[in-house]
């Protein structure tokens, strides 16, 4: 067994991008650079520099120096904003694109899934499909057939098998697609975005597959913009920006980062040049907090402790009566629960111009211990114009001590449920047997 | 669990200058040329009102338009042999070297989306696209086979060369088909080159008049062009024209084989660029 799965060291890649126009000065010129041109860029096609057909000068570093390393077994999250290199990075690692500068070792069976569906025919029925599909995917045929029945079992697809695929519904086609993806078994996957598919109840059942693959044992490097799908399935997250390696860390630390980089805490989010705050016409959103029960920002907080989400928004023209409301996701992409402001303040009135700072106070003992994603919303009601809906503007952790008075009681194993209540519990003993029937009966009389 | 030496190690860093084939991986990967060779030949005439008539439409009317024009009108010679059958048991060859070239020098452009997203030896993509086109073959080789029995012509023991010269119009076939397939991806030009190079090559192939035109040297020197030897070959073997066309298909042979190696090396060379560019 080696020690490592995966070893990038000071990768870069660069590509062209762009045109720099040159000023032709006369028809001489333009002529001479007509008859001239092709010939140079075949020449320097052949001494291997890929120009593309016209003339690309400008150039742009997609990765530059990028050093990490995976230990086999780890599933390990990719993070960034687009352009930020990971696909880049994952199409170098799959050996998709060659890099410009650097080098990468690889321990192991390699499986890239970039896209769901890549080298699908709309002609082919279903089961010729997955073997083609397979096949690009790297494969035997011997593998597909063993695999063949769960493939389709997992895409619910059985009926259809035998149907060209052009005649699926998207979501079929999809379910199909990932599962044949999903029964690759590689020592080290590659993963872009592929949750990013299907119905609800689909993604879920995808990212349970993909938990599967990690706990397995298998290499995984995920790339998602999922955050919440990211902490729940990697405990190691790396952060990219502008092609650099800007933090390689646990899951939440990442991904608290990445959702205010340059902001501090994940607790506060602010939008501090107008032109760019989320809204419309009527409202725009300035700045969500979160506070703790002392009054600060806090981006982790107590199980049994209140804590209160503040969204500041200015309205831009009077007379509307606004509904702010929030959205709260947890890491497993769940809506834990939304609401609307009832504040009776402002409740069907209309209001001026200004700027305003509604307050969610949840109570304690509510929330389940994880990361708590927070959507931002407002709405005017009659007529009903939205204005803006802001996903993942915060994000906080909800920790249980284990002290013994949350709703966990004594234990401090695993619990399930996407809210965790203190409920009030009560018992009644009766030495003798019998105890729950004649104490309900008597309960009632 | 697996010991180190077990673990396949994949040693990723910049390619400079020409690269090796990796022909042992393109072996690795045979499973996957079958497929998509497969796929191309059940795609090829879905939806299509007459189907694999295709594959002999073409040949067919083509010779009969060449029986008419150049048999009858301009009476062109024919070796002694009935034109009809003359031409076509060139066309065969020839559709199937055409369709071979156009298909492989569209099919990395055509196959973008599987190129930027996954990984395989590019080298199967033209492949399967000119090994295809050999179910099209048989099918009009079927339709000669008839013909020679309409016409009494019974072949003689030379058939056996028969998958030889396949083989030879396949590698031709291939070779041009990989250059054109790679500069395809950088230059679009390509795309407006091909129609115009199979014309252009029909014209230069002895498939409306015999190479028996020319006398030696020049028939020899005449097998630089490949599909010469193919053409002349089928002919050899399968109409037993007494014009044996040894010394031009080895001429033919070697040019074929050139044109596949270098091919190859540059079809390897571009490999690289291809994800970025296409």
């Given amino acids: ?150 493939i389709v079992s997992f895409a619910e697809v059985e009926k259809f098998i035998d149907t060209p695929v052009k005649h699926y519904s998207s979501g079929m086609y999809l379910r199909l697609a990932f599962a044949v993806a999903a029964h690759l078994e590689p020592e080290i996957l590659l993963v872009d975005e592929v949750l990013a598919v299907g119905d609800a109840r689909f993604q879920r ?166 990361t708590v994603f927070v959507d931002a919303a407002l709405t005017t009601l009659n007529p009903d114009l939205h204005q803006f809906t802001e996903r993942q503007t915060v994000a906080f952790q909800v920790i249980d001590t284990l002290e013994g008075d949350s709703a966990r009681g004594d234990w401090a194993g695993r619990m399930k449920g996407v809210v965790r209540p203190l409920m009030q519990w009560r018992t009644q003993f009766s030495p003798n047997g019998y105890a729950s029937a004649t104490t309900m009966a008597e309960g009632e009389v | 669990m697996k010991t180190l030496s077990e673990v396949p190690v994949i040693v990723i860093k910049p390619s400079r200058g020409w690269v090796s084939l990796k022909l042992l991986e393109m072996w690795e990967y045979r499973e996957l040329l079958y497929f998509l060779t497969l796929r191309d030949i059940k795609v090829r005439y879905k939806q299509t009102v007459l189907g694999v008539a295709w594959a002999i439409i073409q040949p067919f009317f083509t010779m009969v338009v060449f029986s008419l024009f150049f048999g009858r009108l301009a009476h062109v010679p024919s070796d002694g042999i009935p034109y009809p059958i003359f031409s076509y048991a060139a066309l065969v060859p020839w559709t199937f070297f055409a369709n071979g070239l156009i298909q492989s020098s569209n099919s990395i452009v055509g196959h973008a989306n599987l190129v930027r997203k996954v990984y ?51 590698v031709t076939a291939l070779g041009v088909g990989l250059w054109l397939s790679a500069m395809n991806v950088q230059f679009r030009d390509v795309r407006h080159i091909v129609p115009f190079l199979t014309q252009f090559w029909l014209f230069v192939t002895p498939i409306a008049y015999p190479s028996s035109l020319l006398s030696e040297p020049w028939r020899t020197l005449y097998g630089i062009n490949p599909m010469a030897g193919v053409v002349e070959g089928f002919r050899w073997v399968l109409l037993g024209a007494d014009t044996t066309p040894g010394p031009m298909v080895i001429a033919s042979s070697f040019v074929a084989v050139g044109l596949l190696v270098s091919g190859a090396f540059c079809f390897r060379r571009l490999e690289k660029t291809f994800a970025d560019v296409v």
């Fill in chain 1, 205 to 370: 059942k995808c990212l349970n597959k993909m938990q599967d693959i990690g706990q397995q044992g298998r290499t995984v490097l995920f790339v998602s913009h999922n955050m919440p799908a990211l902490t729940r399935l990697c405990e190691r997250t790396i952060l990219l920006e502008e092609g650099q390696l800007i933090k390689d860390a646990p899951s939440h630390q990442v991904v608290s980062a990445y959702l205010n980089s340059g902001f501090g805490t994940t607790a506060v989010r602010e939008w501090s040049d107008p032109e760019r705050r989320p809204g419309r016409d009527i409202a725009r959103l300035c700045a969500v907090r979160v506070r703790g029960q002392d009054g600060k920002f806090s981006d982790a907080v107590d199980i049994r402790e209140p804590v209160g989400i503040e969204m500041e928004y200015e309205v831009l023209k009077p007379g509307y009566i606004l509904m702010p409301h929030w959205h709260f996701v947890n890491e497993e992409g769940i809506n834990i629960f939304s609401a609307n402001d009832t504040d009776v303040a402002w409740r069907r009135r209309p209001r001026p111009t200004g700027c305003y700072v509604s307050t969610i106070l949840i109570p304690g003992n509510l929330l389940a211990e994880g």
């Fill in chain 2, 120 to 170: 395989f030896p590019r080298l199967t993509i033209p492949t399967a696209a000119v090994l295809s086109g050999v179910v099209d073959f048989i099918l009009a080789f079927i339709v000669l086979l008839g013909m020679m029995l309409f016409y009494g012509i019974v072949p003689t023991l030379n058939i056996l060369w028969l998958p030889f010269f396949l083989a030879l119009a396949l």
């Fill in chain 1, 1 to 150: 067994m080696s020690k490592t799965a995966i070893r990038v060291e000071d990768l870069s890649k660069e590509y062209c991008i762009g045109a720099r126009q040159e000023a032709y000065k006369t028809l001489r010129d333009t002529l001479i650079d007509a008859f001239v041109a092709p010939f140079r860029r075949t020449g320097k096609l052949l001494r291997g520099q890929a120009t593309g057909a016209a003339e690309l000068d400008e150039k742009i570093w997609a990765l530059k120096g990028v050093t990490f390393e995976v230990q086999p077994g780890e599933v390990v999250g990719l993070i960034g904003r687009n352009g930020a290199g990971k696909s880049t990075l994952l199409k170098i690692l799959a050996r998709i694109t060659d890099p410009t500068d650097g080098r990468a070792e690889i321990y192991g069976r390699v499986g890239s899934l970039l896209e769901v569906g890549t080298g699908f025919h709309g002609e082919l029925t279903g089961r010729e499909n997955i073997y083609l599909n397979g096949a690009i995917l790297g494969m035997k045929r011997g593998e597909i057939i063993r695999k063949f029945d769960e």
